[in-house]
């Protein structure tokens, strides 16, 4: 299946646009604010691991996403120098996931975000936690 991220996340920042993974995966975006963002994605059969529930890889696929658009809050092109997650219930196809990421700290070029995933109900998914680095490169350039 190819999925057109410049159309399914039409007028969405520039970053999400060409993000061809996170239009695949079904990702929406709830929400873009500066060092805050929420991001939802339904889960489909093909995200499951060989128990029938959501491969932990879509989970972090999803918190990542959050996670990368809440840094990305001005034109420096910021990146993850890494990020943990800790899984705490199981879902299954035709759940709903909603990752909402929120910047804790900034200093200079790092900073630490976290990331709750919870299900259609409100109930914790997982909690990730992410180190960000923004480069001396610029948007766009």
Sequence with gaps: MTVDPAEHFAGAREMLRRD?????????????????AVV????????????????GGI???LADTAFAMACNDDDAVTVS????????????????L????????RSGRTGVFDVTVTDETGAVVAEFRGRSLTTRRVAGG
């Excluded at 120098?81 to 709903?96: E, R």
């Design 20 to 36: 061809r993974l996170s239009a695949a995966l079904g990702m929406v975006v709830v929400r873009d604010e500066p060092g805050e």
């Design 40 to 55: 939802s994605m339904v889960v489909r059969e093909d995200m499951t691991n060989g128990f029938g529930i959501t491969h």
């Design 59 to 61: 989970v972090f696929a």
């Design 81 to 96: 120098a890494g990020a943990d997650i800790t899984y705490l219930a199981s879902t299954t196809p035709g759940q709903t």
């Design 98 to 105: 909603m990752a909402t990421a929120r910047r804790r700290s």
